[in-house]
């Protein structure tokens, strides 16, 4: 076991061990394999190496934790430029509290973790949600009509509904949860209905053009599919829907509308089986039992919502995304 002697000496060559590691991310491997072999020369002091990057930055610091002989640990951190330990300088960066910046339009870590909380489980993507919300709350912050009685509460009514809150006792426990006051949750509110009113005058301004242009689109369907990991497994499934043979698999059977089926199904008319096809990693066997003209505020309703979809990932493709949080 190292002395507290031992422990004095070694010190001053872990100070000169880090201020002679590199100092760019592509250099960690190289600060490792020489922390591992300081390490081998020091036994009994368990040195650990912690690396912290600087945010939006090629540039990394390092600390070397090393155990001290009458228990706990010691930390060293050596600074060849400037002086100023990595945390207090990390802790003024001018991106330490910023998660995301898109078209100029930051997102704090506040702001994404309320994000997230809203999007729930139903977004494929935490990363693209987050692009959406900057995308969307940016361009909502350039509204400045009054947002009316009738629009806030709709925004109120539609955020409590999608969170199970349907009195104020369970409001304010989820806000306490949260870490929200009454005040926070009414901003919140106050955006939310300007985004809506964004998405709406879009969706309104987008959506018959893409119903005229493909009403099938939008039909009325009843379908079953199933994802399965193999593709024999999937021949088998396709050759015998609508029965379904007792095989390992994710089946699905819904009535929607035909944008909203895996890709491979959109187009199958009435009776149709699809399959074998690979889908999303997987293999994929369906059937559209049926088939029909959706009325026509639901045709309208799903083009609207779709066309809004497509004009978020036009313009999330064309957005410059910079992540602050690696």
Not at 35 to 60: F, K, M, Q, T
Not at 122 to 150: K, M, N, W
Not at 263 to 291: K, T
């Amino acid at each position: 076991m190292i002395t507290e002697t031992g422990l004095g000496a070694a010190l001053g060559s872990a100070a000169e061990l880090l201020r002679g590691l590199p100092r760019r991310r592509d250099g960690e491997s190289a600060a490792r394999a020489a922390v591992r072999a300081w390490a081998a020369d020091h036994p009994g002091l368990d040195a650990e190496l912690v690396i912290a990057p600087h945010p939006s930055s090629p540039v990394v610091d390092y600390d070397l934790v090393l155990a001290h002989p009458d228990g706990g640990t010691v930390t060293v951190t050596a600074q060849p430029e400037d002086g100023v330990p990595w945390l207090v300088d990390h802790s003024t960066h001018w991106a330490a509290n910023r998660v995301l910046t898109v078209d100029g339009f930051d997102v704090t870590v506040p702001q994404a973790l309320m994000a997230v909380r809203a999007a729930g489980a139903r977004r494929p993507s935490l990363h693209r949600e987050l692009v959406d919300h900057c995308l969307l709350y940016a361009l909502a912050a350039g509204d400045t009509a009054p947002v009316t009685r009738e629009e806030t509460q709709a925004a109120a009514d539609e955020f409590r509904r999608s969170r199970g809150l349907h009195d104020r006792a369970v409001t304010l426990a989820w806000l306490a949860e949260a870490g929200l006051t009454e005040d926070d949750l009414a901003r919140h509110v106050d955006r939310y209905a300007r985004v809506r009113r964004l998405r709406r005058r879009k969706e309104r301004e987008l959506g018959p053009a893409l119903l005229a242009a493909d009403p099938g689109r939008f039909d009325r369907v009843d379908a079953l599919w199933a994802l399965t990991d193999g593709e024999v497994t999937a021949a088998r499934v396709a050759r015998t829907l609508p029965v379904v043979p007792t095989v390992r698999m994710e089946l699905t059977s819904v009535e929607t509308v035909a944008d909203a089926l895996p890709e491979p199904m959109r187009g199958a008319a009435a009776d149709e089986r699809v399959g074998p096809v690979p889908y999303e990693g997987r293999w994929l066997a369906g059937l559209v039992r049926s088939r029909r003209p959706a009325a026509a505020d639901v045709a309208a309703r799903a083009a609207e919502r779709a066309a809004f979809d497509a004009w978020l990932a036009e313009r999330r493709a064309a957005a410059d995304i910079r992540w602050h949080w690696l």
